[in-house]
């Protein structure tokens, strides 16, 4: 196939694209390389891909609509994985307008590219954020998510259903990827995992919000990106047992679907912090905060209807994952 995966510089986009080359998929990349967080990791993550003959980049932003549909016009992918977005629940605390003209603005561009092209299936990157409010655990794809608690869960919300008219006006395949907090080898510097590892490396207390009580369904990277792949490859289809007397918005009578791809294992913060403290032998000092806005207690992702339609469920335990991630972050993060 020929895909085009945005975000291709991105720490899950990286990671996509690596397998779709490796099993000989052509892929077009686009990404922004913007300067989030320092773009000099996004150019290393880029430089573990130009090896691959079947790769091609474009320097591009999906905010710009002229640039997406030319790129479309060109390049006439077959399928569209969209993993650009602006990414972080703080930040859409400070800068609103980065996560409208990406995460929405963006998103609708590559919907009409998908439209006007024929693409086959679009698959994008939501998030476990749009759970919000929600209260019940495992969070399931099933239950209702209309109540966002920060702008960026509320774009991811609206991608979803921006994805489902399409689906309904004009047959186009989409597929919504909620994933959970995602930690891993080339990871973002603003996520837990890099600011605690760093930061107890250079003895320098972290900050443990909401007094440590929290939990997260922590997810490592190769999970995230081998699922991602297997979504791809299955199409989404009608669901010929939908109602519309009571409709389940994990799917539709257009071809839509939505799935969670999480650990299935929610870990206690501290919990979390003492297996970085092991991977690096070395106790972290501990500055605990009250809750921050927008933010949630915990997350908790069901994946059986992952498990039922593509028969994938991630499996890497958190001692391993971490264990890669701090071999990476000693290593390579040293070149970044």
């Known amino acids: 196939m020929k895909v085009l995966v945005t975000g291709a510089a991105g720490f899950i986009g990286m990671h996509v694209v690596l397998i779709l080359l490796k099993r000989g998929d052509e892929v077009i990349g686009i990404d922004n390389l913007n300067d989030y967080y320092d773009p000099n990791l996004k150019l290393a993550r880029l430089q573990q891909l130009q090896p691959y003959s079947n790769f091609k980049f474009i320097h591009g932003d999906i905010a710009d609509s002229q640039a997406v549909e030319a790129l479309f016009s060109a390049e006439k992918p077959n399928r569209v994985v969209n993993l650009a977005a602006q990414p972080g629940v703080r930040y859409s605390l400070k800068n609103p307008h980065a996560y409208i003209q990406t995460n929405l603005v963006g998103f609708g561009n590559l919907l009409e590219g998908c439209r006007h092209n024929g693409v086959e299936h679009f698959v994008y990157a939501s998030s476990s954020s749009v759970y919000g409010a929600n209260t019940h655990m495992p969070f399931s794809v099933h239950d209702n998510v209309d109540h966002p608690v920060s ?48 930061a107890i490396l250079e003895d320098r207390p972290i900050d443990v919000f909401n007094m440590g009580k929290m939990q997260r369904d922590f997810t490592y990277i190769d999970d995230i990106a081998e699922g991602t792949v297997r979504v791809l490859d299955k199409v989404a289809a009608p669901n010929p047992g939908f109602s519309t007397n009571a409709p389940d918005p994990s799917s539709s009578y257009a071809p839509y679907r939505v799935y969670n791809i999480g650990n299935h294992t929610p870990v206690e913060l501290m919990t979390f912090i003492q297996t970085i403290e092991s991977a690096l032998g070395i106790e972290a000092k501990m500055n605990f905060l009250p809750m921050q806005n927008g933010d949630v207690v915990a997350t908790y992702a069901d994946v059986e209807d992952l498990k039922r339609d593509v028969g994938f469920e991630p499996k890497t335990s958190l001692a391993e994952g971490i264990s890669r991630w701090v071999e990476w972050f000693r290593c390579e993060n040293l070149h970044v």
């Open 151 to 198: 702008l960026y869960a509320a774009s991811k919300k609206a991608n979803e259903l921006m994805a489902h008219s399409y689906s309904h006006l004009y047959g186009l395949p989409t597929t919504g990827l909620r994933y959970f907090t995602v930690y891993g080898p080339w990871g973002r510097p603003d996520m837990s995992p890099w600011l605690f590892t760093s």
